[in-house]
């Protein structure tokens, strides 16, 4: 088993999640300007503790959003489980928009102009991908949701959304105009 491969000790587990937590916070209020010792100061670790786990920012954007695309897989998971196709849809759409507002750093990390490493977290992406295509699919299908429309469109109505969050629900109202008119009458 290689080095990257193995599970990490106790220590260093709770050492890498006080870097993603304090890297989110960090990230969710000032942006893209915190500095990695900023990071390593809020996480309290040492900065070559916070480069053994994490080359630079982008492999940190990339861990933020690798921890929220589980928890997404599991709320996709339990979607899935609807006997509705558009009750699980929407059950997916509106829980994975729910659980991203006030998770500023994720918002901030997707819709960043810099790409994330998406290497880092390719298994992450695919699980909660693989199950948000076959629930758009089984909408598609029952005849609730626009015969062209795909995980792609899925992926454009939740950075829409998040786009407009601004703390007062206002990405609820451009979610519904935008369901409007991809859901078939």
Same mark, same amino acid.
């Given at each position: 088993?290689?080095?990257?491969? $193995?599970? @990490?000790?106790?220590?260093?587990?709770?050492?890498?999640?006080?870097?993603?937590?304090? %890297?989110?916070?960090?990230?969710?209020?000032?942006? /893209?300007s915190v500095q990695?010792?900023? &990071?390593?100061?809020?996480?309290?670790?040492?900065?070559?503790?916070? =480069?053994?786990?994490? %080359?630079?920012?982008?492999?940190?954007?990339?861990?933020?959003?690798?921890?929220?695309?589980?928890?997404?897989?599991?709320l996709a998971s339990?979607?899935?489980?609807?006997?509705?196709?558009?009750?699980?849809?929407?059950?997916? @759409? =509106?829980? =994975?928009? /729910?659980?991203?507002?006030?998770?500023?750093?994720?918002?901030?990390?997707? @819709?960043?102009?810099? /790409?994330?490493?998406?290497?880092?977290?390719?298994?992450?992406?695919?699980?909660?991908?693989? &199950?948000?295509?076959?629930?758009? $699919?089984?909408?598609?299908? %029952?005849?609730?949701?626009?015969?062209?429309?795909?995980?792609?469109?899925? &992926?454009? &109505?939740?950075?829409?959304?998040?786009?407009?969050?601004?703390?007062?629900?206002?990405?609820?109202?451009?979610?519904? @105009?935008?369901?409007?008119?991809?859901?078939?009458?």
């Open positions: 088993m290689a080095a990257a491969e $193995r599970p @990490l000790r106790a220590d260093a587990r709770r050492n890498r999640d006080a870097v993603l937590d304090a %890297a989110a916070e960090l990230f969710a209020q000032d942006g /893209e990695m010792d900023q &990071i390593a100061t809020r996480a309290g670790v040492g900065v070559g503790t916070l =480069y053994r786990h994490f %080359a630079d920012k982008q492999a940190l954007r990339a861990a933020i959003i690798g921890r929220r695309f589980e928890a997404m897989t599991h339990e979607a899935e489980k609807q006997d509705d196709a558009w009750t699980a849809f929407e059950t997916l @759409l =509106y829980g =994975y928009l /729910e659980s991203v507002e006030p998770d500023t750093a994720f918002r901030f990390s997707i @819709l960043s102009a810099d /790409e994330p490493t998406w290497a880092d977290i390719e298994d992450e992406k695919k699980a909660f991908r693989t &199950i948000m295509t076959r629930i758009c $699919r089984r909408a598609v299908d %029952a005849g609730h949701l626009r015969a062209d429309f795909g995980a792609e469109d899925f &992926i454009l &109505i939740t950075r829409g959304a998040m786009a407009n969050m601004s703390g007062h629900g206002g990405w609820r109202r451009h979610v519904m @105009l935008q369901l409007e008119g991809v859901r078939v009458a």
